[in-house]
């Protein structure tokens, strides 16, 4: 089981509150980004493609904590840039958990080992160590080679140490089903308590985007995996109806408002993966006054192939609360890999139509715009 029962429990606690006040939209998961800088340069990332006066500002403790409690999402993902490199995490990971709200602590895992004796174990903090994919893989993702041999260390450690870890991966064209399935069997042989999954989203910035999927092809892939999966226990922190969607059997809009963005412009607009809308000063403007019907899928062109979890996860979890024998019977057969999928989205723009996944070298990967650490 990828999500604790206790953080299962106060999330339902939390949505059940939420639509027991009749709100219409409402947060699961705050994305902090409270620097951009990084000890990592991945190629095409553009959180570090900032010039360096940007790259030096941070969010204080106190204003990442003010966006916490503005938000009131239940779980916080502390993202990037590294988090490792700012002076004051300790301080924001300690006061998100007086709050009593579940932390992500996003990291590639190169600082971990010197900066976990500045924090405590609990059941309110996971780090999510950033793994795309076995030694070659990973290295090639982060553009670094010995990257996965410090990470991997890394969850070692911090399980040793009696702390909660994660790994956070996220798959590119090219990915082979049978590769993926050994690598999630390496992870759960590791020890992390839950794996996070995501196709990779297509950001305008990145210098090749041939290494991203069509939506056709991210199905495809997951069907795959998922076949090669069968019977094994792999801890995949996600709900089961997020994981049957990206095997193609759930049609489903994103929900953009369920993963608020929070970095040093102000709140981003739509998402964490693009700004199309710019930056709200307030969280409150963010939810009012943000056109959310222009974005999601055959709605906004760089929304075309998203399937990522910050945007669909909330409405699988919406769903899961409408139609919980759905969810419960999906969730005990798994993920359905044969028979017709549910029709793709409409488009504005022509889509990709072979079903197939196409490969690229392993060598030829870099790192898409933005991805978090
Ligand atoms: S479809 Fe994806 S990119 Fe578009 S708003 Fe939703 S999460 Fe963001
Ligand atoms: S993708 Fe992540 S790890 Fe790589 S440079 Fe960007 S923030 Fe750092």
Redesign the pocket.
């Known amino acids: 089981m990828g999500i604790p029962l206790l953080q299962q429990y106060r999330v339902g606690k939390y949505i059940l509150g939420r639509k027991l006040a009749g709100s219409r939209r409402y947060p699961l998961v705050l994305m902090l980004e409270p620097l951009f800088q990084c000890n990592l340069a991945c190629e095409g990332c553009g959180k570090i493609a900032y010039p360096d006066d940007i790259l030096a500002q941070r969010m204080s403790a106190a204003e990442c904590l003010e966006a916490v409690d503005e938000c009131g999402a239940p779980v916080v993902s502390v993202a990037g840039g590294e988090p490792l490199l700012h002076k004051e995490m300790p301080e924001i990971v300690a006061g998100i958990i007086e709050r009593r709200k579940f932390v992500y602590l996003c990291t590639n895992a190169l600082l971990a080992i010197k900066r976990m004796k500045d924090y405590t174990p609990s059941p309110y903090l996971t780090f999510s160590i950033h793994l795309d994919g076995d030694r070659e893989r990973h290295d090639a993702s982060v553009c670094q080679e010995g990257v996965y041999d410090r990470a991997t260390e890394a969850i070692r450690r911090l399980r040793e140490a009696g702390f909660r870890v994660n790994i956070n991966c996220t798959l590119f064209q090219g990915e082979d089903p049978a590769r993926a399935r050994d690598f999630f069997d390496e992870a759960t042989r590791l020890g992390v308590e839950g794996i996070t999954v995501s196709p990779a ?1 297509d950001y305008e910035g990145a210098k090749r985007h041939d290494i991203f999927m069509g939506i056709r092809s991210i199905k495809e892939l997951f069907r795959g995996i998922f076949r090669e999966g069968k019977g094994r226990r792999w801890p995949l922190s996600h709900s089961a109806l997020y994981l049957d969607f990206l095997a193609g059997n759930q049609a489903y809009q ?1 929900t ?1 408002w369920g993963n608020p963005t929070r970095n040093i412009f102000g709140w981003q607009r ?2 964490y ?2 700004a199309d809308g710019g930056y709200a000063p307030t969280f409150r403007a963010l939810m009012e006054e943000t056109d959310w019907e222009a ?3 055959g709605r ?1 062109p ?2 075309e192939n ?1 399937m ?1 979890h ?2 669909f996860e909330a409405t699988a979890v919406e769903d899961t609360v409408r139609h919980p024998w759905k969810a419960l019977k999906t969730a005990l057969r798994g993920p359905r890999t044969e028979g017709p999928m549910v029709p793709d989205p409409p488009s504005a723009q022509p889509r990709e139509e072979s079903g197939t996944v196409a490969t690229v070298p392993v060598h030829a990967i870099g790192r898409p715009t933005g991805r978090d650490a």
């Open positions: 989203f994103c953009p739509p998402c993966l693009h974005y999601g899928v906004h760089k929304c998203c990522a910050c945007g």
